[in-house]
């Protein structure tokens, strides 16, 4: 079942910032009910992370914040550290492990069919938000309001990750890229198909002149045409034992 969006359709990128916001949230909060997921369910308050993933969702339609982050966005593990030890501060340190927890958790979420298959970078997942909320403690002095989403998104990162997954199927219909080796498997099948095919017609069409042939059809064009379909049939496929005309 899928929930009909009551927000007005908005326009991406849009200056109407506040509706692009409404929407995310209506989806966010529509997909939490549809997986039973719903929001401070079982005393485990999280009303606070519905507004950050939302808000969340509203920076990566804005192609501004997306070139913003570019630069501190990394691939591997050890680049991440070796950028965080030459930071000119904690603010920095920190805005690093954010924007890299941030975007570990968009890409698995929607854009990775089988996020749960992917343990290694959930992991990295969980240590990127933890590092994140330490570092806004230490800068502020206090366990700060930002500090308790990112705990929140890291001891229940699953959680978070299936909401995101539900919007992408039933709102954003993301499609994921196909890899190599899926392309070389589908051109496979495809060559296999395109022998098949070829075969199949060749190989009705000599069962229905044998079958003529075995009614007493004695015609010496059904007899040669059996005979070409017999000598076609083995090129494509060599070894094939067929009945003869004779």
């Known amino acids: ?4 969006l009551d927000t007005p359709y908005v326009q991406i990128p849009s200056l109407q910032t506040e ?10 909060l529509k997909t939490r009910l549809k997986l039973h ?5 079982g005393g485990f308050p999280d009303e606070d992370v519905n507004a950050y993933l939302a808000g969340l969702l509203v920076s990566y339609i804005d192609p501004g914040y997306l070139q913003g982050i570019s630069p501190s966005l990394f691939r591997y593990e050890i680049d991440l550290y070796h950028s ?5 501060d904690r603010v920095q340190a920190y805005w690093i492990y954010k924007i890299n927890a941030d975007d570990l958790l968009i890409t698995l979420g929607l854009f990775r069919r089988l996020w749960k298959e992917s343990r290694q970078e959930v992991d990295r997942l969980k240590r990127y938000y933890l590092t994140a909320s330490d570092y806004q403690r230490r800068i502020y002095g206090k366990r700060t309001a930002v500090a308790e989403i990112q705990a929140k ?16 199927m039933d709102y954003l219909h993301l499609i994921e890229p196909v890899q190599a080796d899926q392309l070389a498997g589908f051109r496979k099948e ?3 198909l395109e022998l098949e095919l070829p075969l199949k017609s060749l190989l009705d069409q000599f069962l229905d002149g044998y079958a003529l042939w075995l009614k007493g059809s004695r015609e010496p064009s059904i007899r040669q045409r059996l005979f070409e379909l017999t000598e076609e049939i083995q090129k494509l496929e060599p070894g094939i034992r067929l009945p003869s005309a004779s």
């Not at 997921?37 to 369910?41: A, G, I, R, S």
């Open 1 to 4: 079942m899928r929930f009909r």
């Open 153 to 168: 998104l890291a001891d229940t990162t699953g959680r978070y990750l299936s909401i995101l997954e539900g919007i992408r």
């Open 37 to 41: 997921l719903e929001t401070n369910e």
């Open 190 to 192: 495809l060559a296999d």
């Open 84 to 88: 965080v030890t030459h930071a000119e």
């Open 19 to 28: 509706a692009t916001f409404g929407a995310m949230m209506e989806m966010l």
